[in-house]
């Protein structure tokens, strides 16, 4: 399903979110840094993609790292899926982490992540004294697996 998207370009050399092929869900992300940034082992920076967008109302953008860029060069987004709600007119920006133990570069107009657009609900939350019972009940973490 495609709709149309309104893209500002915030600095004149930002690239446009492409799709790398016809069935791709996330359609990538470009560094707009005016040059190479370093980000250190342990490090997170805050990487400019030069561009604003106008998600329509019931969509979200949810930012996700590129499986590339993350298994190959331990970069990925500090906090792991970044949310952009369909209000949020400001630039799109990437918390890049990395996770490995060198020094990594990233070039201008490199792909540092993904966009996937997704409709959402929002709840209207009820106050009660009790929940319905459910078979597993209140059982947390590790508690539907196998024993």
């Known amino acids: 399903m495609k709709f149309e998207m309104n893209i500002k370009r915030l600095n004149e050399k930002a690239i446009i979110p492409t799709y790398g092929s016809e069935f791709a869900a996330g359609a ?6 005016g040059g190479e940034i370093t980000i250190e082992a342990g490090e997170t920076r805050l990487v400019h993609t030069g561009i604003a967008m106008e998600i329509p109302e019931g969509l979200v953008g949810l930012v996700y790292a590129r499986s590339g860029l993350a298994s190959k060069r331990g970069l990925a987004p500090a906090n792991k899926v970044g ?9 799109i920006m ?20 993904q966009i996937v657009f997704t409709p959402y609900h929002t709840a209207e939350f009820s106050v009660v004294e009790e929940l319905s019972d459910t078979v597993r009940g209140v059982g947390g973490f590790g508690s539907t697996g196998t024993k």
Do not use: F, P, W
């Not at 990538?28 to 840094?33: G, N, S």
């Not at 949310?83 to 630039?91: A, C, F, L, W």
């Open 83 to 91: 949310v952009i709600d369909s209000d949020y007119r400001g630039e």
């Open 94 to 113: 990437v918390a890049l982490h990395n996770h490995g133990d060198k020094a990594q570069t990233v070039a201008d107009g490199e792909r540092i992540a």
């Open 28 to 33: 990538d992300l470009y560094a707009c840094e």
